[in-house]
């Protein structure tokens, strides 16, 4: 069999299947490699579709009854020295598709695009909350973070019992549970953290065109060594936090 031949067939074979097969006594390196390969490639998806069901079970857990819905927040952006927090609120029920959901930090750019267009398509209703830079240092990034949940979660056009919040309570009358690493534990905050930081990539991208030198689109405001050697040879711009260090710093000399 020729090795681009075994490749397909190995493609749509389980574990058991390959083990128990008599392409496993194909002594060729390249068929051994691709074995080695596929082998990997099921371990892997395994391993994605217990975190999968793992953080399906947790939001089950508060759903209590069938018939009621929970909305998942996060928000992204509180780290940075420059540009707005923002925030998402989506109501979404599990799908195949998905399975690779979890904490947006731990995932690649082109997965997070496609997973940020898949969560669009498969959501019930979602709702992004952002806070300027200057309300940052008017409330402080805790209040500020809150905010914009609240204004995420006051904008989902569909009706939902139950909020599921990253490490965060809301003045809002909803049920909600603050959850720590929530993004991590739970499908509909990891999907919340997902779409809310593609869009703040995307804004601080057009903060790029608006206002060049700095790098936006490459550090998305988190004060990299060359973020702040720009600030330092172009001065502040309008979409830095003046109560953040090292700006802080610069204004007051």
């Known amino acids: 069999m020729r090795l681009a031949d075994l490749k397909e067939q190995l493609s749509t074979m389980s574990k058991d299947e390959i083990v128990n097969s008599e392409f496993i006594e194909d002594r060729r390196v390249g068929a051994q490699k691709l074995i080695k390969k596929r082998l990997k490639q099921i371990e892997q998806f395994e391993r994605l579709r217990e975190a999968f069901e793992e953080k399906v079970q947790f939001d089950n857990h508060y759903i209590k009854h069938n018939n009621r819905s929970i909305v998942g927040i ?7 020295i420059a540009g707005p927090v923002v925030t998402c609120a989506v109501v979404i029920s599990p799908h195949e598709s ?15 695009l496609e997973l940020n267009q898949l969560i669009k398509e498969h959501s019930t209703s979602y709702a992004y909350g952002v806070v300027s830079n200057d309300l940052i240092d008017e409330m402080n990034i805790y209040e ?4 914009a949940m609240k204004i995420a979660l006051e904008q989902i056009d569909t009706t939902v019992d ?4 990253d490490a965060m309570t809301l ?25 809310a930081k593609v869009h703040r990539d995307e804004l601080m991208k057009e903060y790029d065109e608006k206002y060049p030198g700095y790098g936006f ?4 405001g988190y004060p990299t060594k060359y973020h702040i050697e720009q600030v330092n040879a172009l001065g502040i711009s309008p979409i830095h936090r003046k109560s953040f260090q090292p700006i802080k710093g610069l204004i007051e000399g």
């Open 162 to 165: 139950i909020a599921l919040i």
């Open 144 to 147: 500020a973070s809150r905010y």
């Open 74 to 80: 996060d928000e992204v952006g509180r780290g940075p």
């Open 98 to 112: 998905l399975i690779e959901v979890r904490d947006s930090k731990q995932l690649s750019t082109n997965k997070l």
């Open 171 to 195: 003045e809002h009358p909803i049920e909600q549970y603050s959850i720590t690493k929530g993004d991590d534990k739970s499908f509909v905050i990891g999907c919340a953290s997902i779409l």
């Open 217 to 220: 689109s490459q550090h998305v």
